[in-house]
């Protein structure tokens, strides 16, 4: 009989289970591998949240903790996220319109991507500056105008609010905001703006060289009544 005839020798149990048996097996150590991915991404998310979160309570102050773009009209939404990234935005208007709350929804959405934002109060910057003259200080002016040419977010509030309207701003002044608003526009760095005063108001108090980059800026003005006396 030639080999061809040869009747083919019965497969034993063990033959024909071992390719379902491996196969089974990958298909275990598969899933076992997507679960593990799962629970690592998991993870990461949860640790990510987090982090936002604890970045989210120290860059704004616990008053504005909650602002969100979600909570502002749709066409006033529109219209703040319609600035130049490269440039800035300034929102003018009287005391209590939401200037700063409307600010914090923009730091809010930037902390949320893992942008870096910085914020400080335009009179506290410049006591700040003015306390590195002391012989005693351990900062120099330089070292915090740095600080705040840095960050690809740089968030001003009331810009002028220690003048009256129409009082001129001080040399000194106009030094600190002429350099921290040229050095960021010339680096592409946005710079965002608070303040009670007019386009006009502003650029009358400070100087030309500063109206001049101001007007490079979106405004908006915001308008309404005084929240804080109606939540008093």
Known sequence: ????????EPQSLKT?????????????????????????RRCARKTLVAEIRREIKVAIPMMFWVACLRGLNKE???????????????????????????MATLMRRFIA??????????????????ATYSKDSTETEDSILR???????????????????DAPETDFAKRILYVLIDT????????????NKTREQLAATFDERIASRLSAFKWI????KDKRKLNA
């Open 147 to 165: 600080r705040l040419l840095k960050p690809r977010h740089l968030f001003i509030e009331d810009i002028g609010a220690g003048k009256a309207i």
């Open 184 to 195: 960021r526009l010339e680096n592409g760095l946005p710079t965002y703006i608070t303040t």
């Open 1 to 8: 009989m030639d080999d061809q005839n040869k009747p083919k």
């Open 221 to 224: 003005a915001v308008g309404g």
């Open 16 to 40: 024909i289970i071992a390719p379902v048996a491996q196969s089974l097996s990958v298909r275990h150590n598969d899933e076992a591998y997507q679960g593990r991915v799962h629970d690592e």
């Open 76 to 102: 006033f939404r529109s219209r703040l996220l319609s600035f130049d990234n490269h440039i800035g935005l300034v929102l003018c208007g009287p005391a209590g319109t939401g200037k700063s709350w409307t």
């Open 113 to 130: 991507s893992r942008q870096k934002c910085e914020r400080i109060g335009w009179e506290i910057l410049c006591i700040k500056i003015r």
